[in-house]
């Protein structure tokens, strides 16, 4: 495994990059973007929220993949134990893409099944613990402080990359939580980062947070939308992913390209593994295989 400790130093390697910035703890806060990548990644935010906000009163449809072109099938897929992943992009409300100066956004969406739960089940354990820690992509995780239906969480993530060996990037974030009961069949919550910091020497003595903004860039934005519907088998459970990264040096495009062909649709199906276990451990329902489609 190689180890991503100081910016630039992997990318000498793989590109032929010449770098190396020294590390020191990082601002409690996601790093500052250029102001144009800030204005596109809020326009791409504000017309994923809008369209789910849509789907979401659409009713008998209420998941994404209620709209999509396979929806009978993927639906089916979930009830059969299935966990159909699948990438998404948001456009313009009159059409056309959304332009990220200089940035990437990776935008997928999963669903599964956790059989024979309630939604009521599933709001009660996802308020009191964090689903995966200590598995997949999650390596440790607390609930830092509640506020009725809202929530803030600390969560250690790792994101690994296979170009020439596996590259781990190990990042501290931070999230606001806020849960939504729609009624007594429909529900949603969203995260929203609100700390994105790179670790340096992650798992080791020295570890500690890169310097304010001189982390790879490769995660520096990161909300996740969630939807919950009671059916006869249980909830389904439906997550979209937004996450930004740099498109540029080259060094970095190229692994955020590995990381959208191949690795992405991993993590998040790992995230749906790790969401159905976590009621599994809590007896709420047993343990079973996990089928990926």
Known sequence: MIQATRPLVFLCAIAGLAASLAAAPAATQSPVLPPKMVTGWNQYVDATQQRISG?????PRFLALDFGAS?????AAVLAGGMPVSEARSVKSGG???DVSDGWVHHWRGAVLIPRATLDQVFARLQSSVPGSGQGDVLTSAILSRNGPAMRVFIKVQRQVRV?????FVYNTEHDVAFTRRDAQHGSSTSVATKIAQLDDAGTPTER???HGDDHGFLWRWNSYWRYQQVAAGVIAECESLTLSRTAPFGLGMIASH???SEAPASMTRALVNLRQHFAAAGQMPHASSPVR
């Open 259 to 261: 990381f959208e062909k």
């Open 71 to 75: 929806a009978a099938a993927d639906r």
């Open 96 to 98: 056309g893409n959304i």
């Open 55 to 59: 789907e979401m009163k659409a009713l």
């Open 164 to 168: 020439i060996g596996t590259l781990t």
């Open 209 to 211: 947070e890169f310097a």
